[in-house]
């Protein structure tokens, strides 16, 4: 047990620190749920808006020393991957058009100008 004024003054700021901490910690990981799942969502607006509170909330904990600056760099960096994998997996499936069905009459006339050509 703390004896000393200063170490008991000591432990008191240090149990303030803890919880405003945790808040922030606790802000942080929400904003980054909440940028996942727009992402999932497919909605690249809203997105775009909840990686930008992530990213906020991110160097908010950075700048107060609560989270390590390579686990911010790295967080950040999933996110925005996460974000570009989506918006190409949105843009291959644009892209890609339904293939017309062959009718039966196309595969006679293939076999009809084979035969042609080989003669």
């Given at each position: 047990?703390?004896?000393?004024?200063?170490?008991?003054?000591?432990?008191?700021?240090?149990?303030?620190?803890?919880?405003?901490?945790?808040?922030?910690?606790?802000?942080?990981?929400?904003?980054?749920?909440?940028?996942?799942?727009?992402?999932?969502?497919?909605?690249?607006?809203?997105?775009?808006?909840?990686?930008?509170?992530?990213?906020?909330?991110?160097?908010?904990?950075?700048?107060?020393?609560?989270?390590?600056?390579?686990?911010?760099?790295?967080?950040?960096?999933?996110l925005v991957a996460k974000l570009k994998k989506a918006?190409?997996?949105?843009?291959?499936?644009?892209?890609?058009?339904?293939?017309?069905?062959?009718?039966?009459?196309?595969?006679?006339?293939?076999?009809?100008?084979?035969?042609?050509?080989?003669?």
């Open positions: 047990m703390k004896r000393t004024k200063s170490a008991l003054k000591q432990a008191r700021g240090s149990l303030r620190r803890a919880e405003s901490n945790r808040a922030r910690k606790t802000a942080t990981r929400s904003s980054i749920a909440r940028a996942e799942e727009a992402i999932a969502a497919n909605d690249t607006e809203a997105a775009k808006k909840r990686i930008a509170e992530a990213f906020s909330n991110l160097d908010k904990s950075l700048k107060k020393k609560i989270m390590h600056p390579n686990t911010a760099a790295r967080r950040k960096s999933r918006a190409s997996a949105d843009a291959v499936v644009a892209e890609k058009k339904p293939k017309k069905a062959a009718s039966a009459d196309a595969g006679v006339k293939e076999k009809k100008t084979k035969k042609k050509a080989a003669k």
